[in-house]
């Protein structure tokens, strides 16, 4: 054998036994779960992406409010320092304008006891000593008419008294030149003396002479019942005036007696129609000028569905409020109706203010529970922090509870989202690229 020749090391029969499969050709199981798995996790991520694409992410701005009516509130306050005595109204109670609510001691006390109760015997003597000269003034009056009145009528007969007499003395003077002419013509004739018709001259005169008296009296008398006439009518315009200055002190007197019963005690009265609510103090309390007894809700006007007239007030710093714009929607959660069970409420912005409230601005019982909404719901603002105010007009002021509609109330305290900026997720998981190509 040579010496190049190259011995293998196994047969070829051995080798060629190798290269053919025993038990077949081999074959990958590919079973039915596997397409099913690859199929679904192809639709899973197909539909990720058009999520990504169509789906849209909205910026909600987290803010608390309270519900209020849309009138607003009334608050009820004292005029003056004093003790609560009587409560005419309980909370909840309708009122009418007018009506009276509470009244309040101003007692003072003196040495002699109690002020305002001297005053008024005072009063009361000085109004009782007014009367009694105002029925003087009266019976002196009538006094006084009375006796006018019959010196009228003795007038009256006088005159008519005088009328008779002047006629008669013109009877006599009418005969009296009668005979006298008669004289003269038997004078002439000669048959009486110059001295006879002398003497029926004389006659003549001296009748005149009466009735001239007698006229000149009745002229003096015409005077005096024009005088006394006038004295009538004197006496009727002194009465009147003295009765109106009597009134006036009287009306004076009056009011003095009305604000020394204020110093003793002070009727406060509703300012309008409406319903009586939160009344903070019990009679026997003392209470400081200002303070606030009750808040008066105003009359609420019923709309179409029954629906109360109330609104939302809503209170956010200046970082929420700088893209709320009114025409924005909100989602109210109700605290006394929690959303997980009774659902979120929806409603509309219709105004939001221009300027912020500083809290010491609003009124006493909104501003803490606006503060207490705030620390609870974990938003962390200052206590000193302006705020503004944003009206929210709900689409239903009712809440649909285990088949029934219940009211909301003034004063619910609340929760609301507002919907402000929409984005698709595509834009805002890109908003870094964006940004840097804008």
Not at 16 to 38: E, H, I
Not at 60 to 82: D, F, Q, Y
Not at 229 to 246: F, S
Request: a positive charge; aromatic letters at 6%; one cysteine or more.
């Amino acid at each position: 054998m040579s010496r190049n020749t190259v011995t293998p090391l196994f047969r070829p029969a051995m080798l060629s036994s190798l290269s053919q499969q025993s038990l077949g050709a081999v074959r990958l199981a590919q079973p039915t779960s596997a397409w099913l798995v690859s199929g679904l996790a192809i639709a899973i991520s197909v539909a990720f992406l058009i999520f990504i694409c169509v789906g849209s992410v909205s910026k909600k701005a987290h803010v608390t409010g309270l519900l209020m009516p849309r009138n607003g509130t009334l608050g009820i306050t004292s005029p003056n320092a004093g003790v609560l005595i009587r409560n005419h109204v309980r909370e909840g109670e309708m009122v009418k304008k007018g009506q009276a609510l509470f009244e309040l001691s101003t007692e003072r006390k003196g040495s002699a006891g109690e002020l305002t109760f001297l005053v008024e015997q005072q009063l009361a003597s000085r109004a009782l000593s007014l009367d009694t000269e105002q029925r003087l003034r009266a019976t002196q009056y009538q006094e006084k008419k009375t006796s006018l009145v019959t010196r009228l009528q003795n007038l009256e007969t006088e005159d008519n008294q005088l009328a008779q007499e002047i006629e008669l003395s013109q009877r006599r003077i009418f005969l009296a030149q009668q005979s006298q002419q008669k004289y003269e013509t038997l004078e002439a004739s000669g048959y009486v003396s110059a001295a006879q018709a002398q003497q029926k001259q004389e006659e003549l005169i001296d009748i005149r002479a009466r009735s001239s008296s007698l006229t000149r009296a009745k002229v003096q008398l015409l005077a005096t019942r024009q005088q006394v006439e006038a004295d009538l009518v004197a006496a009727l315009t002194a009465l009147e005036t003295d009765q109106a200055q009597l009134r006036r002190s009287q009306a004076q007197l009056r009011q003095e007696m009305v604000e020394n019963r204020s110093r003793k005690a002070t009727l406060i009265t509703a300012p309008q129609d409406g319903t009586i609510t939160t009344i903070t103090y019990t009679p026997g309390q003392s209470i400081a000028n200002g303070q606030a007894l009750a808040t008066i809700v105003p009359a609420i006007v019923k709309s179409a569905g029954n629906a109360l007239d109330l609104e939302v007030h809503l209170y956010t710093p200046s970082r929420g409020a700088g893209f709320v714009t009114p025409g924005q929607k909100v989602l109210i959660r109700y605290q006394a109706f929690p959303y997980q069970k009774f659902g979120l409420q929806t409603g509309t912005i219709v105004d939001v203010s221009t300027t912020p409230f500083s809290p010491n601005e609003l009124p006493s019982n909104v501003a803490s529970t606006i503060l207490s909404n705030y620390q609870q719901s974990m938003l962390g603002i200052s206590s000193n922090e302006a705020l503004y105010r944003i009206k929210v007009r709900p689409e239903k002021t009712t809440i649909s509870a285990y088949g029934k509609e219940l009211p909301l109330k003034p004063g619910m305290t609340l929760e609301a989202d507002i919907m402000q900026d929409s984005r698709k997720i595509w834009e805002w998981i890109a908003e870094p690229l964006l940004a840097i190509y804008r």
